[in-house]
């Protein structure tokens, strides 16, 4: 900021707490976030690295610059000997989707995770190196969700020791995975195993698809991309891939792993849900303190459209979702790390948990998230819909985590069976534990009441805890009853779905509230900093009670008028961040390279640099459009009737 006038320097003076110390509790320690730091200020200062001008180049030339990008943070990777840590934070910090999120995010993980060591001795030295570029090929033309259902066989063939990978049908081809198309050269291909004519399901294989000396499909393989996707720039950086046929190695690993992958990248993909969310909320929240519209007195200055009550019920959830998002993807991460130790040593017992947290968490953050940044957009009213705003690549970039790694309904319906086989375990042997425990409590949760009085009451972490244990027990326990009225559990699972999701999403809730309460009993230092993340989690818990009144109110767990409490609280809650808001956005330590949006820029410079920015669009390099004299002038000189079109 040497030098720069900072238009956003009232608003820092006014935070209430250590923003140097909320900066390490976002990243996580100290560690991370020196680390983190300098890793994006590094790629912030690469010319290599600019992103500014994604929105106006051609498919072709958007992904041959992504291919030099990913070449170039490969070099820079190896000349500074970066760890493998350092590496990952550099690949996030370049902010684009590409064949290597799928070959450090998917293949890697899938051989760690399913191959033999045999194997992974085998491919993993070929992978880090990259050596090799993998990508992870399940879903196909006709199957994504229903795993079961892929039609890809891998026949064994004791004669040659090898197994044939088919394509028998179309909608067989493997289409979608990310980096297939263009950039792969191998596969972990998921097929149904067939041995002796007999099936055994679906497992993964080791696949070489391309030539490692001129990169051309091996004989039997028919490889390309599927076509633009949504948005222009976005996502489209990336190759998707449809491809038919091959030749593998073997593989043979336990069947409880085999979905061990999609566990691993949902517990990610919650981490990166505060990122994305986080990104989009420090643009409308600063743009909102820059922007100023009505309310000018006696020729004064007018309101920052932030000071408005309904601009702040939009935007501080968000922002309060955000921090909710970081605590419970660092919790995830934890129970993943657990899950996969237990695993090493065979026990399988808490797979099923970290299935439905995972499956159950990547559903509602990223739904959320996705609705967040178009709701963001919204907040920075008509400059949003720019694209020097950021917001709509970063929607579009964004909004199909809502489907990829498990379409989101079918993952709440997955935690709906987790959450059933609770409820009709209870009063068994076994009792509910980690993040079902509260079911243990059914029976007080059933028919306890509400002790809110008055607003204040609703700051109290336990009544919060409460309402929202009884709510969802409630919700279970109810739909648990009618499904045990069907003759058949799957016909009366398939009709009750839409309450199995609501049951579910209320569940997941309480996951993201119970975690939120859980950090804020850590030892949290810094002056103000663990206050204003308490305002934050009872912005978050207030805000969804006020948005599912409804469910609440229909299980009894609160009545009406605490309801109507818990909104007064929110309204003051609202005033007392009100002044930290531009602080806690800092926070993030997001420079003005990733975050990428003349908007949300740190200074608040926006008008000058928005006026800036649209000259340099490429409509601008002549005032004269060309089309000009064949289709303008004709028209305005009437003469359209002799032109030829
Ligand atoms: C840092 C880098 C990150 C990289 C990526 C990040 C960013 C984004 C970049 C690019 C995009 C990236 C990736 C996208 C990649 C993909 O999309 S890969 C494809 C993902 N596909 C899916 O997610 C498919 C969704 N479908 C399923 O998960 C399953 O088919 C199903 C819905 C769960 C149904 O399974 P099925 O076997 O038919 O049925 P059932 O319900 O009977 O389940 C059987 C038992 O297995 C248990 N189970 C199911 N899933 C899991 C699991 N993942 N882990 C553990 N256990 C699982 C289930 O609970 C059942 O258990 P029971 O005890 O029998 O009840
Ligand atoms: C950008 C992107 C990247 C991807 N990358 C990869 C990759 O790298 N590798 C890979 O293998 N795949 C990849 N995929 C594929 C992705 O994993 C699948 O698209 C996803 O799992 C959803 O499956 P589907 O497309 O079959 O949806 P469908 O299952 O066809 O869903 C269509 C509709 O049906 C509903 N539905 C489906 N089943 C049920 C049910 N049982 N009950 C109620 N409703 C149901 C869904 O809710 C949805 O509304 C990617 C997809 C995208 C968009």
């Not at 909608?171 to 002796?196: E, Q």
């Not at 949760?445 to 336990?462: F, G, H, I, T, Y």
């Not at 559990?489 to 119970?514: D, K, M, R, T, Y």
Request: glycine residues 8%.
């Amino acid at each position: 900021m040497d030098g720069v006038v900072d238009h956003l320097a009232d608003e820092r003076n006014k935070a209430q707490f250590d923003v140097e110390e909320m900066k390490i509790v976002w990243a996580g320690s100290r560690h991370v976030f020196e680390l983190s730091d300098r890793i994006a200020r590094l790629v912030a200062s690469d010319p290599v690295f600019r992103k500014d001008n994604r929105a106006t180049l051609s498919r072709k030339d958007l992904f041959k610059n992504t291919l030099r990008k990913a070449a170039h943070a490969w070099k820079r990777i190896i000349e500074l000997r970066l760890s493998e840590e350092e590496a990952s934070k550099l690949r996030f910090y370049v902010d684009e989707a590409a064949f290597t999120d799928l070959h450090w995010g998917m293949f890697v993980p899938a051989i760690k995770g399913q191959a033999t060591e045999e194997q992974q001795q085998k491919w993993l030295p070929l992978a880090y190196k990259m050596q090799i570029i993998g990508c992870y090929a399940q879903t196909e033309l006709g199957h994504g969700s229903n795993v079961q259902g892929l039609e890809t066989t891998a026949t064994f063939d004791p004669q040659t020791d090898e197994f044939d990978i088919h394509s028998p049908t179309l909608t067989s081809s493997k289409w979608w995975p990310g980096g297939l198309g263009k950039v792969s050269t191998h596969a972990v291909v998921y097929a149904r195993l067939i041995t002796d004519g007999q099936e055994h399901g679906v497992h993964g294989f080791i696949v070489q698809l391309r030539s490692l000396d001129d990169h051309l499909p091996l004989p039997g393989i028919t490889i390309g991309d599927i076509g633009m996707k949504f948005g222009n720039g976005a996502y489209n950086t990336m190759d998707n891939g449809v491809t038919r046929n091959g030749k593998c190695v073997r593989s043979n690993v336990p069947r409880q792993l085999i979905y061990g992958t999609m566990v691993f990248v949902r517990q990610t993909i919650v981490s990166d849900a505060s990122c994305a969310l986080s990104r989009a909320v420090c643009i409308a929240t600063r743009y909102s303190a820059v922007r100023r519209q009505f309310g000018s007195q006696n020729g004064g200055v007018e309101t920052q459209v932030i000071d408005y009550k309904t601009q702040q019920n939009r935007l501080f959830p968000l922002l309060a979702a955000a921090y909710a998002f970081r605590f419970v993807g660092e919790w995830l991460k934890w129970l993943y790390t657990d899950v996969t130790q237990r695993l090493q040593a065979n026990d399988f017992s808490t797979l099923p948990e970290a299935h439905a947290c995972t499956a159950g968490l990547k559903s509602l953050t990223t739904t959320f998230t996705a609705d967040a940044i178009e709701e963001c957009r919204k907040l920075c009213g008509g400059h949003g819909y720019l694209c020097s705003s950021g917001l709509p690549e970063l929607f579009a970039v964004y909004v199909p985590a809502c489907t990829y790694e498990g379409d989101n309904v079918v993952l709440l319906l997955q935690v709906a069976r987790f959450l059933m086989k609770t409820v009709s375990q209870l009063g068994s042997e076994k009792k509910p534990v980690g993040t079902t425990a509260y079911m243990g409590r059914v029976e007080h949760l059933m028919q306890c009441r509400c002790s809110v009085q008055k607003a204040e009451d609703w700051l109290n972490p336990n009544t919060i805890l409460e309402a929202f244990e009884a709510r969802t027990a409630r919700m279970s326990v109810a739909v648990a009853q009618k499904l045990a009225q069907f003759a058949n559990p799957e016909e009366g699972f398939l009709e009750l779905s839409p309450n199995l999701v609501e049951a579910s999403v209320a569940h997941c809730q309480l996951i993201v509230v119970s975690k939120f309460i859980e950090k804020l009993q850590q030892d949290i230092p810094g002056k103000g900093v663990k206050e204003l993340l308490g305002m934050l989690c009872n912005i978050y818990a207030l805000n969804i009670l006020h948005k599912h009144l409804g469910d609440f109110l229909s299980t009894g767990s609160i009545t009406p008028k605490q309801g109507s409490l818990a909104n007064d609280q929110l309204r003051s809650l609202y005033s007392q961040v009100r002044p930290n808001a531009i602080a806690l956005v800092d926070a993030f330590n997001y420079t003005d390279h990733y975050l990428g949006s003349v908007l949300g820029r740190y200074d608040g410079n926006v008008y000058p640099k928005l006026y800036e920015e649209a000259w340099k669009d490429p409509l601008n390099d002549s005032v004269v459009p060309d089309g000009y004299h064949e289709y303008i002038r004709p028209l305005l000189k009437n003469q359209l009737r002799n032109a030829r079109l």
